[in-house]
DNA sequence: ATCGTCCATCGTCAATCGACGATGAAGTGT
DNA sequence: ACACTTCATCGTCGATTGACGATGGACGAT
């Protein structure tokens, strides 16, 4: 028989990649607790960061740039170091489009 | 110089893995995209999701249980085919451990 | 100019993910 | 018993992730 597409059978939407996007950030727990740390403004140097983690230098600075590029964190450089701070409006972004799943 | 371990240099504690839990199973556009489906009604069963998505059988079937691993999805076996539901407690609660990361 | 510090990046490696076809288990209908 | 449907699982493959040591660039101090 000859079957017809009636669907759409469309893939996600902008939305969906906004959200998995962010949430792929998260979906490391090394990254949830950096950013908890970012926000509780414990630290904001990437040195300091590594003090307070069971990580490799290299490591920490990975996960920051994942945090970096996904827009929850912001990084300035302040001589040779590097600030980081996180993004509290796109963190709200993010809550946002998680609440909005419920419609 | 000796150095002295003076912070705990601690890892993530069991919210951050909640929370990472959850996300990976959201960190991926198409789950997003099914689990909106499963929140509108517009699909319980899995071959129905097969039709609306591009995507073969047996990946939307792994999707399924990423999401049902994470408890964001139930899923009961009704006569040949599976019956699927979003778990909106399940949503309710990543979406406080979210918005808890502000405090 | 030469250190030493701080950090990003490179290269590598094992492990995991995402997608699929193929197979099999469980149920329904004849 | 047999065929058919529906779905989960297996096995495979390429791509990505996560971790690290090593390297190098930028800056501050001597």
């Known amino acids: ?3 017809v597409m009636t669907t759409t059978s469309a893939g ?3 939305l969906d990649l906004a959200l998995a996007m962010g ?3 998260l979906a490391h727990p090394m990254r949830v607790r950096i950013l908890r740390l970012l ?3 414990t630290e904001c140097v990437c040195g300091g960061l590594v003090d307070e983690l069971p990580l490799a230098q290299a490591t920490v600075s ?3 740039k ?3 590029a996904a ?3 912001r990084g300035e450089v302040d ?3 590097t600030r980081y701070c996180a993004d509290r409006d796109a963190i709200a972004r993010l809550q946002g489009l998680l609440g909005a799943l419920g419609q």
Do not use: F, S
Request: charged content about 25%.
């Open 1 to 3: 028989m000859i079957e």
């Open 12 to 14: 996600p939407d902008q």
């Open 23 to 25: 949430a792929k950030a």
């Open 39 to 41: 926000l509780a403004r």
């Open 62 to 64: 990975q996960h920051l």
């Open 66 to 68: 994942v945090l970096k």
């Open 71 to 73: 827009g929850l964190v």
């Open 79 to 81: 001589g040779p170091r």
